[in-house]
């Protein structure tokens, strides 16, 4: 792939290919199989897809290279089979222009050819169709024919894709058990076609698409295969904006124009955030848009909503708007006069790309069609009963322009929402529908405008912020976790080529993990007779299925597979230790070690060595050991660097396989919910521009803090907010997993010999089922980091007394280390 997946699409494509490989087996014994791929919008569908296709035809860990395979990709409409082709195009290194053939009604081939992905419209396929006639002097064969020709000699190796398989997939009630539909055709099969052995289908609402695979299960015995993307995990990865936030009238008043003008200050401000963010990063400008949906018109008026009096506005906010950077995007295919102005045309689809467009009116029109990053404030004169459709127009803004998350830019995060006419009730069912629906909304935190209140840093704690960013912080986040050795690759390619800091970072790498290799394959040379045995030229090695996921070690349960030891087979192993290696190293070691009298032994030796679990575990020690060495050496140049450009050595830190300490970094601003209940404090770090910090706190939170604040020594304090980009965060083990933990408080206090103290305080509900597991994991990390805090604290409160049971002394934490469950944790308290 030209492209780097996201952590949850590789992940996603690991699971596909098992489901794949699964499916294979039992299309050789002639049952039917579908893989159900279910993917909210804006996760990449089409991208994970073809990541799939390269897989299958290049090979992997799970499954072998199938150079001669067919995909037929089937849609319900022209314009996504074009669009799909392009994005395969622009995103596959393995797939050309002539490798992606799209299907005309002069198409004629017997048998599709080997190695190409062909692209198939349902519209081409009706009675009337040339690719359905019958044949005749200027076709030899119907395209049915060369689909079940196709299946018949390459059998599993034949694919069908449905693309958006939620689509044509009703049956009326008389005829529930017929195949009425041209897709149901391919599952059912039809006169001419039996039904197609191994489908792919996908969609982010497949739940027809699977209702339909019951049916065919009934009568074909079809086993259904789901693999389904979690909407949390493409929040996580960045391609989608943190928040949407919602602003609408208080009470019942003519709001509409006051609240255009809000908008427009919004996206003025927007426009002013991105002009110093991309300024401050040294990369190409951003340009938001705003979007303003406008009422329908009538026989006499082309809207309802008086567009001279919204450019009035508009004019008014941002002074004169020249006619490129206004455009209109209703049905009416011309340019429109309003007062002496001229509002031109711009198709919804071609909105992203116009980089003079400032504000896009519209009507319901940007429904399908258009997908634009940079519409980042819109304003809606629609009236409540739009609901449905305000939540599908909002769910096509959320993605991030710059396709990853803005480091400690909340505001950068979000997108924002203007609704005049709609009241609390009205807003809810609009709150409804952008948290419930998954094909047209990705899941995004959903909050109340009125609610958000913008905090700054407290300028008479400059100091104290030096002192909480010196602290250690983890970052605990869902995703896909990779090997020390690609990690440290990638570390040294940061390192020598992006930022030029270590020249020898890159060739150091390189050498280590190839001299790690060779030293360990002359090791089983001597010692693992079976493996000098593969290498003396036999003819057939016998393989057990192993795969290293998120850099881990996992035997597969099976067979193990006999393999002709050909030159086409040896190459398809060498390319499986490649993508198991990544970074291009298997080649890097068959240009070290490569012998002009036997070629082909490198290759062998490497596939085979990484086929055992020494090998591959002494080469990520001796990778996690470099790895660690040149962060330490070059971490004063790295803290140098723009805030996106330290953000890429975060991110090499949370795709550890256990987690690891990152570079702590509060933002100049946050912002957090305030609701009309929250209380205010004194002493805390960020504070909205009128000095008064006020947050909302239960009961147990509010003793415990208004308990330290009271003191003399208490300098400062901060409320660490839950899940922020920013938050403080630790990691402790709950359910088989790592998970992020965010104590309550850190609390400042004076040294009496200088300096600060930070102590973390954590009020937890013994009632909660993770509390045994979060006290555990504050005493682990207590043991790592001791000496950098005053108190490490998981509090209890009972009536008026608070119990402490602080992990930061020794007799405590070895206690905590110990526990076993809440009970266990109980007693401890119980004994303070």
Same mark, same amino acid.
């Given at each position: 792939m030209k492209l780097m997946l996201k952590e949850f699409q590789e992940d996603t494509l690991t699971r596909l290919i098992k489901s794949i490989r699964q499916s294979k087996y039992l299309v050789k014994d002639g049952n039917p199989q579908a893989i159900v791929l279910s993917s909210p919008t804006g996760s990449g569908k089409t991208v994970i897809v073809a990541a799939l296709i390269e897989t299958i035809f290049q090979g992997a860990d799970e499954i072998f290279a199938e150079p001669d395979a067919v995909f037929l990709w089937l849609s319900d409409q022209p314009e996504l089979n074009e669009q799909s082709r392009r994005k395969i195009a622009l995103c596959s290194s393995r797939l050309r222009e002539a490798d992606l053939v799209v299907i005309d009604s002069d198409f004629d081939q017997e048998i599709f050819d080997g190695g190409k992905v062909y692209f198939l419209n349902t519209q081409k396929l009706g009675k009337d169709k040339n690719l359905v006639k019958i044949k005749g002097d200027n076709r030899q064969f119907t395209i049915w024919e060369t689909i079940q020709k196709t299946q018949d000699v390459l059998k599993d190796k034949f694919y069908l894709i449905i693309d958006e398989a939620h689509r044509g997939m009703n049956q009326s009630s008389t005829d529930?058990?017929?195949?009425?539909? +041209?897709?149901?055709?391919? $599952?059912?099969?039809?006169? /001419?076609?039996?039904? +197609?052995?191994? +489908? *792919?289908?996908?969609?982010?609402?497949? =739940?027809?698409?699977?209702?339909?695979?019951?049916?065919?299960? @009934?009568?074909?015995?079809?086993?259904q295969h789901s693999v389904t993307v979690n909407p949390e995990d493409v929040t996580a990865s960045g391609l989608l904006k943190d928040k949407i936030v919602l602003y609408h009238p208080l009470e019942e008043q003519a709001s509409d124009w006051s609240l255009l003008a809000a908008a427009v200050r919004q996206w003025l401000k927007m426009c002013d955030k991105w002009s110093v963010y991309v300024q401050s990063q040294g990369i190409a400008a951003v340009k938001p848009i705003m979007v303003i949906q406008v009422e329908d018109g009538n026989e006499s008026t082309i809207s309802k909503t008086p567009l001279g009096q919204i450019i009035a506005i508009l004019e008014t906010e941002i002074g004169t708007i020249q006619d490129d950077e206004l455009a209109h995007s209703f049905q009416e295919d011309k340019p429109l006069s309003i007062g002496d102005r001229k509002i031109r045309k711009i198709d919804a689809s071609l909105i992203q790309e116009d980089d003079k467009v400032k504000f896009v009116l519209f009507k319901m029109s940007l429904t399908t069609g258009w997908d634009c990053p940079r519409a980042e404030v819109m304003m809606s004169f629609r009236k409540a009963i739009d609901h449905t459709l305000i939540a599908q127009l909002i769910g096509?803004? $959320?993605?991030?322009?710059?396709?990853?998350?803005?480091?400690?830019? /909340? #505001? *950068?995060?979000?997108?924002? !929402?203007?609704?005049? @006419?709609?009241?609390?009730?009205?807003? %809810? %069912?609009? +709150?409804?529908? *952008?948290?419930?629906?998954?094909?047209? $909304?990705?899941?995004?935190?959903?909050?109340?405008?009125? /609610?958000?209140?913008? !905090?700054?840093?407290?300028? /008479? @704690?400059?100091?104290c912020f030096d002192a909480l960013q010196a602290m250690p912080s983890y970052r605990v986040e869902r995703i896909r976790k990779t090997s020390d050795t690609r990690r440290l690759m990638r570390l040294a390619r940061l390192l020598t080529a992006i930022h030029n800091f270590d020249p020898d970072a890159l060739p150091k790498a390189k050498q280590l993990i190839l001299g790690t290799l060779k030293t360990e394959i002359e090791r089983l040379q001597q010692t693992d007779g079976d493996f000098a045995e593969k290498l003396r030229g036999c003819h057939e090695i016998a393989i057990q299925p192993v795969t290293v996921d998120q850099g881990r070690w996992t035997s597969i349960v099976g067979e193990a597979e006999k393999i002709p030891l050909s030159d086409a087979n040896i190459e398809q192993l060498f390319q499986r230790a490649g993508q198991r290696l990544g970074e291009g190293l298997h080649i890097e070691y068959w240009k070290e070690y490569y012998d002009a009298n036997e070629p082909q032994r490198p290759k062998l030796e490497l596939f085979l060595a990484l086929q055992q679990q020494s090998v591959w575990e002494a080469l990520e020690k001796r990778s996690l050991q470099q790895f660690n060495d040149l962060l330490n050496q070059n971490h004063s140049k790295i803290g140098k660097l723009t805030s996106?450009?330290? &953000?890429?050595?975060? =991110?090499?830190k949370v795709v550890a396989k256990d987690p690891e300490l990152i570079d702590w970094e509060l933002p100049d601003e946050i912002i957090v919910n305030r609701p009309a209940n929250a209380i205010q404090l004194n002493k805390h770090l960020y504070l909205p521009e009128d000095g008064k910090y006020s947050s909302f706190l239960n009961e147990w939170e509010k003793l415990v803090i208004k308990t330290e604040i009271a003191k003399q020594e208490v300098v400062a304090w901060l409320r660490n907010e839950s899940r922020k980009q920013w938050s403080f965060c630790l990691p402790y083990e709950h359910q088989k997993s790592t998970q992020a933990m965010f104590p309550d408080f850190l609390v400042i206090r004076h040294e009496q010999a200088g300096g600060y103290i930070i102590d973390i305080l954590e009020p937890h509900n013994p009632d909660y089922d993770d509390n045994a597991a979060k006290a555990v994991g504050l005493?682990?990390?207590?043991? %790592?980091?001791?000496? =950098? #805090?005053?108190?490490? &604290?998981?509090i209890r409160v009972e009536g008026t007394h608070i119990k402490r049971l602080d992990v930061n002394d020794n007799h405590h934490r070895e206690n905590v280390l110990r526990v076993n469950g809440n009970p266990h944790l109980d007693a401890l308290f119980a004994g303070l």
């Open positions: 529930a058990n017929a195949a009425k539909t +041209i897709v149901q055709q391919f $599952v059912f099969g039809n006169n /001419e076609l039996p039904a +197609i052995q191994l +489908i *792919l289908g996908v969609s982010a609402t497949p =739940k027809r698409f699977q209702d339909l695979l019951q049916d065919a299960q @009934h009568y074909h015995s079809r086993i096509r803004m $959320v993605r991030t322009p710059l396709a990853r998350r803005i480091e400690n830019q /909340e #505001f *950068l995060n979000s997108v924002f !929402l203007y609704l005049p @006419h709609y009241d609390q009730e009205g807003l %809810k %069912k609009v +709150i409804e529908n *952008l948290k419930s629906d998954p094909e047209s $909304v990705p899941p995004t935190d959903v909050v109340e405008g009125a /609610e958000q209140v913008t !905090l700054y840093r407290s300028t /008479e @704690h400059a100091a996106a450009e330290r &953000e890429k050595y975060n =991110k090499l005493a682990k990390f207590a043991s %790592k980091h001791w000496s =950098k #805090f005053g108190r490490i &604290e998981l």
